[in-house]
């Protein structure tokens, strides 16, 4: 029920005259800065709030550089999605506790694999791409060089 709330509302938010472009991109990006600067949130948030911001960095530097049409919305959808995505993955594998460790470990598997099987810029750069990935983080072993509409798509088709 929350899902197709959230869902309702962002395609609202796209929709609407009076929304400029980035606000979803600025608002999530504004979200994960305040919570990164904040002194008394928990690491687990810290750490995600960290991974957000660098990636939606990274997304709005490359599509800068790589000229891409309509950028606003593009940003918009792709800071979406990257919210999204995390927001899965710290209800369904983080905090869930009906699950063993195996099925943990299963599930952030998924999620790992779907931010490498859609890559967004096939960028070769893997120090920056693979940061969170070579940092041995468990918490967002991620690539961030991702398609966060598709990895999105694929851990909600497989979980």
């Given at each position: 029920?929350?899902?197709?709330?959230?869902?309702t509302?962002?395609?609202?938010?796209?929709?609407?005259?009076?929304?400029?472009?980035?606000?979803?991109?600025?608002h999530?990006?504004?979200?994960?800065?305040?919570i990164?600067?904040?002194?008394?949130?928990?690491?687990?948030?810290?750490?995600?709030?960290?991974f957000?911001?660098?990636?939606?960095?990274?997304?709005?530097?490359?599509?800068?550089?790589?000229?891409?049409?309509?950028?606003?919305?593009?940003?918009?959808?792709?800071?979406?999605?990257?919210?999204?995505?995390?927001?899965?993955?710290?209800?369904?594998?983080?905090?869930?506790?009906?699950?063993?460790?195996?099925?943990?470990?299963?599930?952030?598997?998924?999620?790992?694999?779907?931010?490498?099987?859609?890559?967004?810029?096939?960028?070769?750069?893997?120090?920056?791409?693979?940061?969170?990935?070579?940092?041995?983080?468990?918490?967002?072993?991620?690539?961030?060089?991702?398609?966060?509409?598709?990895?999105?798509?694929?851990?909600?088709?497989?979980?």
């Amino acid at each position: 029920m929350m899902k197709k709330a959230l869902l309702t509302a962002f395609i609202l938010l796209l929709l609407s005259p009076e929304v400029k472009g980035q606000d979803i991109y600025e608002h999530i990006l504004g979200n994960a800065s305040r919570i990164v600067n904040s002194p008394t949130t928990s690491f687990t948030q810290n750490h995600i709030a960290a991974f957000k911001k660098v990636t939606l960095i990274y997304i709005s530097d490359k599509a800068c550089a790589e000229n891409i049409p309509d950028r606003n919305h593009f940003l918009d959808v792709q800071a979406y999605c990257l919210s999204e995505f995390m927001t899965l993955l710290y209800t369904e594998v983080l905090e869930n506790q009906h699950l063993n460790e195996d099925t943990k470990l299963q599930r952030l598997n998924r999620f790992t694999e779907a931010t490498e099987k859609y890559p967004l810029f096939h960028d070769p750069d893997e120090t920056t791409t693979l940061q969170f990935v070579r940092s041995g983080t468990e918490l967002t072993p991620f690539s961030i060089d991702t398609d966060w509409e598709k990895a999105l798509a694929h851990v909600r088709s497989h979980l």
